[in-house]
């Protein structure tokens, strides 16, 4: 635990934007309540634009989305493929890359799994970070934009949700 106050840290950065040292500030890992420990405070004088957080086919996070999308706050996603992590633990992750409803939906587009999840999120309408060094996959990452899920899709993938984190 901090002894710095998450409000005192947040103004600090609104400085930043008033100064015109930054264009503007964001937050990663927060959750509702302190987003809206942002949003509600009586000082604030720049909003947080963006909310960084965890989402994937098996940690769907549909609250915070649905609370960051309400209040104006653009959602990114990390992890989007479910695959960081792995080297930091014993047990081996699920794959939303291997999986059979993924996997049905990919051949149903010509698309990789890959390519799948990543449309999910943009379906979804958060931003997203995927994590790659491999210029193949770069590309293919990059290659998700020629198609959409319908809606049943992306319920389908919804469906997947295991709270894994």
């Known amino acids: 635990p901090s002894k710095i106050k998450l409000l005192d840290t947040w103004r600090a950065m609104e400085e930043l934007v008033l100064k015109g ?3 503007s500030i964001g937050l990663s890992n927060f959750n509702a309540e302190q987003v809206g420990r942002i949003l509600n405070d009586k000082n604030l004088r ?3 634009v963006v909310n960084q957080i965890e989402i994937h086919p098996y940690f769907t996070n549909t609250e915070l989305v649905d609370y ?4 104006g706050v653009v959602v990114t996603a990390y992890s989007p493929l479910a695959k960081g992590g792995e080297e930091i633990t014993e047990q081996k992750p699920p794959d939303t890359l291997t999986d ?3 996997v049905k ?6 698309k990789t799994p890959a390519q799948v999840v990543l449309r ?3 379906d979804r309408g958060y931003t997203l ?3 790659s060094v491999t210029p193949s996959r770069i590309k293919e990452n990059l290659e998700i934009f ?4 319908t809606s049943e899709e992306v319920k389908e993938i919804n469906g997947l949700n295991r709270n894994y984190k």
């Open 21 to 23: 040292l930054v264009k």
């Open 46 to 48: 720049v909003k947080p």
């Open 68 to 71: 960051c999308q309400k209040v």
């Open 100 to 102: 059979p409803t993924i």
């Open 105 to 110: 939906i990919a051949k149903r587009h010509g």
């Open 120 to 122: 999910w999120g943009i």
């Open 129 to 131: 970070v995927p994590k």
């Open 146 to 149: 020629d198609f959409s899920l």
